[in-house]
């Protein structure tokens, strides 16, 4: 069972267009992670965000953290080819007692195709 | 290479048929994670190891399913008496810390082993 739901799960663009991804859970996290999987490849990290309402910037892709703790976004400037992939969110979770060990519960993921 | 490394990379099997999977953490590496990644969907949780120990294996679907990382380093996933619903990459991951560490520790995935079950 997905505890986070994606959207869109696909997206088809043109290159230069923007985008944004949407990461939405009834549950809180105490960390949020994005992920960049190819076909063939494991995922692999572009940023984790860890307090609410927090917004990290990596070159055209911006991060959001909700304010609650439940829910993020990932916005895409000027989109390009070489963006292409399978962008997957995924939250941790601090267990009882305050201890974690980094659990991941990842969302179904959006497959982003970018058109030259 | 310093990443993690899974083999193999691809598995076809017949059914009913047992199979094991490698997985080859970064060096030094404390915990150690397996998901299960079907076509078009995100990974989900099998099992963690921390070092040798087997913390939580909740997310192994039935009893035909095992993990072991006897030596804290190398581990084997195995299922036995495969199914077609195993169909599936299996994706290895390691990470620094281990319990009482940060939820936000990265961690590093494999490039998974493509299992299909015929």
């Known amino acids: 069972t997905q505890l986070l739901e994606q959207s869109p799960q696909f997206l088809s663009i043109q290159e230069g267009e923007n985008l944004t991804v949407y990461c939405n859970s009834s549950?809180?996290?105490?960390?949020l992670q994005w992920y960049r999987q190819e076909p063939g490849e494991g995922p692999v990290l572009l940023v984790t965000?860890?307090?609410?309402?927090e917004v990290k910037k990596l070159k055209r892709l911006t991060f959001q953290f909700g304010d609650a703790r439940k829910d993020s976004s990932l916005h895409i400037t000027a989109a390009q080819p070489g963006d292409t992939g399978l962008y997957l969110c995924?939250?941790?979770?601090?267990?009882?007692?305050?201890?974690?060990?980094?659990?991941?519960?990842f969302g179904q993921g959006t497959i982003l195709t970018v058109h030259p | 290479g310093a990443g993690v490394s899974q083999s193999p990379r691809y598995k076809v099997a017949k059914r009913g048929q047992d199979v094991a999977l490698r997985c080859d953490p970064i060096?030094?590496?404390?915990?150690l994670f397996w998901y299960q990644q079907a076509l078009g969907q995100g990974p989900e949780f099998l099992t963690y190891?921390?070092?040798?120990?087997?913390?939580?294996k909740s997310g192994l679907p039935s009893d035909r399913f095992f993990a072991e990382r006897p030596e804290g380093s190398v581990s084997t996933l195995k299922i036995q008496r495969t199914q077609q619903e195993d169909s599936a990459v299996y994706l290895c991951?390691?990470?620094?810390?281990?319990?009482?560490?940060?939820?936000?520790?990265?961690?590093?995935f494999g490039d998974g082993t493509r299992l299909s079950i015929l």
């Open positions: 991951a390691s990470s620094l810390g281990g319990i009482g560490g940060r939820s936000n520790q990265p961690q590093h």
């Open positions: 549950s809180v996290f105490s960390s």
């Open positions: 965000v860890v307090t609410g309402g």
């Open positions: 995924a939250g941790g979770r601090t267990l009882t007692g305050g201890t974690s060990y980094g659990k991941l519960t």
């Open positions: 060096s030094g590496h404390v915990s």
């Open positions: 190891f921390q070092n040798e120990a087997q913390l939580d």
